[in-house]
């Protein structure tokens, strides 16, 4: 039985990916947490990506994770507004021409560790990064379908911004972004 919300937060840390850090467990645990999707349909990529994929994925700006007694159960990764453009040219917001706009991607929590405050403090981790790096605006793009998650960024502050269908995607997702003051 897992301890409650308050106990469980005080023995969670997050740190940046380190060399020594399994990404066969990333991988997995991007899977584990990303099925949930995967169950309803939607050809998520991060539900069904081998390692080499996580391995490119994490190459291209900040992969934070949030460890539990030493093992990885959330991962986030974090993109300055000059990695957001470049990885997503083509992609609206993400690549405005007044740029600023940092993003986050590849969001997960083990399922048994979901719903106790992890993703919350994680995202808090990506708003602090954005502001650190100068950047205006934090964007995310998520799954139109997972209505949830749509209320659960609007409640984080997150505006949807736009409409985007990725390649090999079988969904459309919503682009949602929210303002960050400097640090
Ligand atoms: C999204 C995710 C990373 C959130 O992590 P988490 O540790 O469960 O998040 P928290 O416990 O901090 O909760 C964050 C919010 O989500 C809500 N939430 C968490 N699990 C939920 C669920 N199953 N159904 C509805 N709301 C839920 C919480 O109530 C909380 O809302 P609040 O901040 O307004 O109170 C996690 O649910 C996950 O891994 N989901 C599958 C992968 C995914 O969809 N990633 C995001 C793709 S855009």
Known sequence: MLQTSERLAKKI???L??????LAHLTGLLHRAYKQHADRGLHTLAAFQ???????????GECLVATYLGRIVGTIMFKSAEQTARAWPGVPWFSRPEGG???????AVEPEFQGKGIGAELMAHVEHRTAESGARELALSTPEPAEWLVAMYARHGYRAVSRFVWPNANYQSVIMSKAIGEA
Request: hydrophobic letters at 35%; aromatic letters at 8%.
């Open 13 to 15: 840390r997050v740190r």
């Open 50 to 60: 081998p390692e080499e994929v996580t391995r490119r994925r994490i190459a291209d």
């Open 17 to 22: 990916i380190e060399p020594d850090d399994s």
């Open 101 to 107: 706009v940092a993003s986050f991607s590849q969001f």
